[in-house]
């Protein structure tokens, strides 16, 4: 079946640290990756998104590269900053179209100034 | 609204008893998913509503969990004889098109069941 892993929490960093969030995945076919965060007191929201092997996504300064042959979508940020502090989500959807987004567990980040 | 909204955002019941969970989406939003967060799990694919189809209910644990939208717009998430382990924070999302590429959620319902 499908799933997603991430590497497990919490993270803790200080601001301007290179921050990396593992994440792998088990899929038939060519699935989606997403990765989503959720801050303090808010819904999940989209962070960025890859569709095809080899794209980047990239958003607020956060990049992940679909890497088919390793089946990962690792999260990178070159400096973090205390407002990054929150979870953040790995996820896959099966195909495009498809119904529903499959999730990790989640990687709680906290970045002290 | 503005976004997704829940509520109550936080329930507390007894073992045995019935809750129900609300959940509005974004206004023209037409597709609409719950999801389930418990404590060191990932989120949990409960169930998908699009349009006038038939929902998608593959990912309700028991025939306690039910759930239903009314109008195309709100949705209630009803657990019924609750659990212990039904405790956990439930999650709403929408989007606007059929497909998960984009989810808006909600702030969720923690619910704990003692």
């Known amino acids: 079946g499908n799933s997603v892993t991430q590497m497990e929490g919490p993270v803790t960093l200080s601001e301007e640290a290179f921050l990396t969030i593992n994440c792998t995945y088990t899929a038939t076919g060519y699935p989606s990756l997403f990765w989503y965060v959720q801050y303090p007191g808010e819904g999940l929201q989209l962070l960025l998104k890859?569709?095809?092997?080899?794209d980047k996504g990239s958003n607020k300064g956060f990049e992940a590269t679909y890497r088919k042959e390793t089946t990962s979508f690792h999260l990178e940020k070159g400096s973090v900053q205390v407002s990054d502090s929150a979870v953040y989500f790995c996820?896959?959807?099966?195909?495009?179209?498809?119904?529903?987004?499959?999730f990790g567990q989640g990687t709680r980040l906290t970045i002290n100034p | 609204g503005a976004g997704v909204s829940q509520s109550p955002s936080n329930k507390v019941t007894e073992k045995g008893k019935d809750v129900e969970l609300r959940c509005d989406p974004i206004?023209?939003?037409?597709?609409l998913y719950w999801y389930r967060q418990s404590l060191g799990q990932g989120l949990e694919f409960l169930i998908y509503?699009?349009?006038?189809?038939?929902?998608?209910k593959s990912g309700l644990p028991s025939d306690r969990f039910s759930a239903e939208r009314t109008g195309g717009s709100v949705s209630t998430l009803t657990i019924q004889r609750t659990q212990q382990e039904d405790s956990a924070v439930y999650l709403c999302?929408?989007?606007?098109?059929?497909?998960?590429?984009?989810?808006?959620f909600g702030s969720g319902t923690q619910l704990s069941v003692l």
């Open positions: 890859a569709t095809k092997a080899d």
């Open positions: 509503f699009q349009g006038n189809s038939a929902p998608d």
């Open positions: 999302a929408s989007s606007l098109v059929q497909g998960a590429e984009k989810l808006f």
């Open positions: 206004s023209g939003h037409t597709a």
């Open positions: 996820a896959l959807q099966r195909s495009q179209g498809a119904q529903k987004l499959v």
